[in-house]
């Protein structure tokens, strides 16, 4: 007989939960009392609210070893199993890891492989279950029929189980106190389905996996989170290569370099295909490369009959998990076609002010369907992107697509606009054709924001822009390019223009918009000359002066001369240039077009310096720098400085040279404009070899040699043979 309010006992101690009934016992000097008997010891405490029945909790002798088997062939991931094996040495301060990643990403084999590895860390058991939390054969595990079956595995019988989910997960705990023991809770739908089955022990470890982020996991219990993606590249080739072996790869190497970018890393893709190819050994895995090739059908070619092994079945256990307001976000995003997208293009997609798409995006990341790799920037893998694209195809009407794509590309023809005019102020400004209701734009603060801009979003523009071609969004379709232009050509991006170009040149025919496309036509002309493709130059040129003629454009008339004085140029027929350039100038000036003056003369005065005529182009450029200085053409005075650099150059003031290509080189830096920059680094190599100083003659042409090599510009083998002569001394 023991007394509860003394806690003393005759007997060996032993340990009690108590379960709670309608009784109330509430002792104000802090003695409950009871009647009945019983053996062991009790601890006081304090005032009870319910009556208390006692159950007897033998200490267990069960060791349980619940873990599925770990995964045959698992490759790479050091970085996460070093994360977990951190975990584990601070166990007391963190007893909770969440692997949350992607359905179909690798969460559970990861989990299972460094569990199997780190077994000896937890010699009183590892305890698993698959709380179903995203599974196509059923509803998620309710927790107290996860708790309930822990509890049997700890050698607790039915009969010895109390009722209510607080019960078992209180005598639960006390059954894991001071052991270590791994608990892993595979698939999890949310928190709550997770907190019951957390150990209330430091030396226990729980280790989650889930599709959701679980942030409630992380901010009310500490627990630690590692973000799973993509496998890289080598990674995924050497799980192909374990399932398959070397031999068969080897055989077919483009194939194999196929399968991985259409798996793009995503370890259930590259399973499902491993295990296609291994059920037919004698198939070429060409055969299987191409029916992964239609990106409409990939994902159909990526199922199985079993939805535990299905890539469709297992986006559709993400997407049908998602309340309704995010799952609209998530299908529209498939509508997109660039490799991410920002906020404000979501917003404008999906017609809903920044706050509602912000609130959505926070809820399709916790669900590890998108991931904002940079501020208000998302990023959506390929193969789940065609889930969304599915869903879109499925629940959206067609109407319904093109609008919001339409509000998407308007949202890029005027954010592009205006950042345009940040970096080409002087630009003949062609005004954009309305903004579809409902879609944004962006304002920029100056030239170095606007250039950001481009340089963040430079695909995603160049893919919108070959989409509203597709779309027949024709008025985009020229407008978007025509915005585009200052950016793609001074960065060097000139395939993509060509590319652009080309389809408004279609879209000017379509909507019968003959200056649309003459000034396409002189674009591809500029374009097609910086890449040394001197016949199609020639080709729009002369169609682009054909149509400002009949136009009566003068002043665009005027501008294509300037382009064919570049094709000149190009040739070293520098008095053609000459010649190109006093006939714009004249058209320009009798227009009254200053900014076209700036241009004509510069190239009169370059061209001039080509010809040896130094002291006449020098006070021709000193006439255009204050010019420029007046309209704050700072592009167009890093063009004159370059000249002026040239002009004391050849005129023997290497001094005054060096400085004013310094200048040059900055301004061109600062303008965005790569090209001309490397231009003019070549020249101050030029200078410094003149002067025997090889070292900086080397760094001038090895700066210059970088910019030509990613423009891929046919100026890179002049350059390069600079570069080894100067090796050679």
């Keep these: 007989m023991g007394d509860v309010g003394s806690g003393v006992s005759q007997g060996a101690p032993q340990r009690y939960g108590v379960r709670q009934t309608d009784v109330v016992v509430d002792a104000p000097d802090g003695r409950n009392e009871f009647s009945g008997s019983m053996t062991g010891s009790l601890v006081q405490t304090g005032a009870i609210h319910g009556g208390l029945h006692l159950y007897s909790m033998p200490p267990s002798t069960v060791v349980p070893h619940q873990l599925p088997a770990a995964p045959q062939l698992f490759v790479g991931r050091a970085d996460e199993l070093a994360a977990l094996d951190d975990a ?33 860390r937890f010699p009183d058991g590892q305890l698993y279950v698959n709380l179903r939390g995203f599974d196509p054969s059923g509803d998620p595990v309710h927790p107290e029929s996860a708790v309930r079956g822990f509890l049997h595995a700890l050698g607790i019988n039915s009969k010895s189980i109390p009722t209510g989910l607080d019960n078992q997960s209180a005598l639960y705990r006390s059954l894991l106190a001071d052991k270590r023991i791994l608990i892993v809770l595979d698939n999890a739908r949310n928190t709550r389905q997770v907190v019951p089955l957390l150990p209330g022990s430091p030396t226990c470890m729980a280790l989650v996996t889930s599709r959701d982020h679980l942030t409630g996991l992380i901010n009310l219990h500490g627990a630690r989170r590692l973000p799973l ?67 409409p059908s990939r994902l159909n070619a990526l199922n199985d009959s079993d939805p535990a ?50 609130e959505a995006l926070r809820g399709l990341e916790q669900a590890s369907l998108i991931h904002q790799h940079a501020p208000h920037q998302y990023r959506i893998h390929d193969l789940i992107r065609l889930g969304a694209t599915e869903q879109a195809q499925h629940d959206l009407p067609e109407d319904i697509r093109k609008t919001a794509l339409r509000r998407l590309v308007d949202f890029y023809v005027h954010t592009a606009a205006n950042a345009d005019r940040q970096l080409n102020p002087s630009r003949e400004l062609v005004p954009s054709p309305p903004l579809q209701r409902n879609a944004l734009t962006k304002q920029f603060k100056g030239r170095k924001e606007a250039l950001e801009w481009f340089h963040l ?172 200085r007046e309209l704050k053409d700072a592009h167009g005075e890093a063009h004159v400085l370059d000249t002026i650099g040239y002009c004391h150059h050849r005129m023997g003031n290497p001094r005054e040279a060096a400085e004013h290509y310094g200048q040059s080189i900055d301004k061109y830096q600062d303008a965005g404009d790569w090209f001309n920059m490397a231009g003019t680094l070549g020249h101050l190599g030029d200078l410094f070899h003149g002067q025997n100083d090889h070292n900086a003659a080397r760094s001038a042409w090895a700066r210059a040699e970088a910019i030509f090599e990613r423009l891929k510009h046919p100026d890179l083998a002049k350059i390069q043979r600079k570069l080894r002569d100067i090796s050679a001394h």
């Design 457 to 628: 979003e430079h695909d995603n523009l160049v893919a919108a822009s070959r989409m509203a071609a597709r779309n027949r969004f024709y008025e985009q379709a020229w407008h978007l390019p025509w915005n585009l232009t200052t950016f793609l050509y001074r960065q060097g991006y000139w395939s993509d223009l060509i590319a652009i170009h080309l389809d408004s040149l279609t879209a000017g025919d379509r909507i019968a918009d003959s200056t649309a496309k003459a000034r396409s036509h002189r674009i591809l002309a500029s374009t097609y000359m910086r890449l040394g493709h001197e016949g199609d130059a020639l080709n729009h040129a002369q169609q682009a002066i054909d149509l400002f003629t009949k136009l009566g454009d003068h002043i665009g008339r005027a501008g294509v001369k300037l382009t064919l004085g570049l094709i000149s140029e190009r040739r070293s027929d520098f008095t053609q240039a000459l010649e190109y350039a006093a006939d714009a100038l004249e058209i320009f000036r009798s227009e009254g077009n200053r900014q076209g003056e700036i241009r004509a003369l510069s190239s009169l005065s370059w061209n001039l310096a080509r010809t040896g005529s130094h002291p006449h182009a020098l006070m021709r450029c000193l006439e255009v720098l204050v010019m420029t």
């Design 309 to 358: 092994s299905s890539l469709p079945a297992a986006l559709r256990c993400s997407f049908s998990a998602l309340p309704l307001r995010h799952a609209d976000v998530f299908r529209h995003l498939g509508l997109a076609t660039g490799p991410d997208i920002s906020l404000h293009a979501i917003a404008s997609l999906n017609a809903l002010p920044l706050h509602q798409a912000r």
């Design 88 to 120: 584990v040495a601070c166990l007391q301060a963190t007893p909770v890891s969440l692997i949350a990643g992607a359905g179909g990403i690798g969460k559970t084999a990861l989990a299972l492989h460094w569990a199997h590895r780190r077994v000896d």
């Design 229 to 295: 993606d993509a496998m890289g590249n080598a990674e995924a080739r050497t799980l192909l290569t374990g399932r398959l072996g070397a031999q068969r790869l080897n055989a077919e190497p483009h194939a194999v370099d196929e399968l991985l970018a259409y798996c793009d890393g995503f370890p259930l893709a590259l399973s499902i295909v491993a295990g296609q190819a291994a059920a037919h050994p004698d198939f070429p895995l060409s055969a299987l490369a191409d029916e992964l090739h239609d990106t």
